[in-house]
Nanobody, 121 residues
Framework: QVQLVESGGGLVQAGGSLRLSCVASGSIFSINRMAWYRQAPGNQRERVAVIYEDGSTDYADFVKGRFIISRDDARNTLHLQMNTLKPEDANVYYC???????????????WGQGTQVTVSS
């Protein structure tokens, strides 16, 4: 079994910063793609940022220049540094990762339970 657990959400004033973390645990042989998504009530889940095993990254236009995604493979951890937060960034943020259990490198997609980010204006 694999589990993803997010932390770091909370309440922050507009213009402030938060750092989200996601720790993967369980039967992990390899982690390929890792990403952050967000979802507001009534809206579709949207990808915020993604980082691949080779370290390459991609960001949604609405966070470019403000958010930084990073990973620590030694600790199976994913981070999202969120700077210059805006009220519209308030969402539940979800961690997502493609994880293989063994050397056959069959990757399965896993999701965390989400962490709430609230931005006051």
């Amino acid at each position: 079994q694999v589990q993803l657990v997010e932390s770091g959400g909370g309440l922050v004033q507009a213009g402030g910063s938060l750092r989200l973390s996601c720790v993967a645990s369980g039967s992990i042989f390899s982690i390929n793609r890792m990403a952050w998504y967000r979802q507001a009530p009534g809206n579709q889940r949207e990808r915020v940022a993604v980082i691949y095993e080779d370290g390459s990254t991609d960001y949604a236009d609405f966070v470019k220049g403000r958010f930084i995604i990073s990973r620590d493979d030694a600790r199976n951890t994913l981070h999202l540094q969120m700077n210059t937060l805006k009220p519209e960034d308030a969402n539940v943020y979800y961690c997502n990762a493609d994880i293989a259990w063994s050397h056959d490198l069959r990757y399965y997609s896993y999701w965390g339970q989400g962490t709430q980010v609230t931005v006051s204006s």
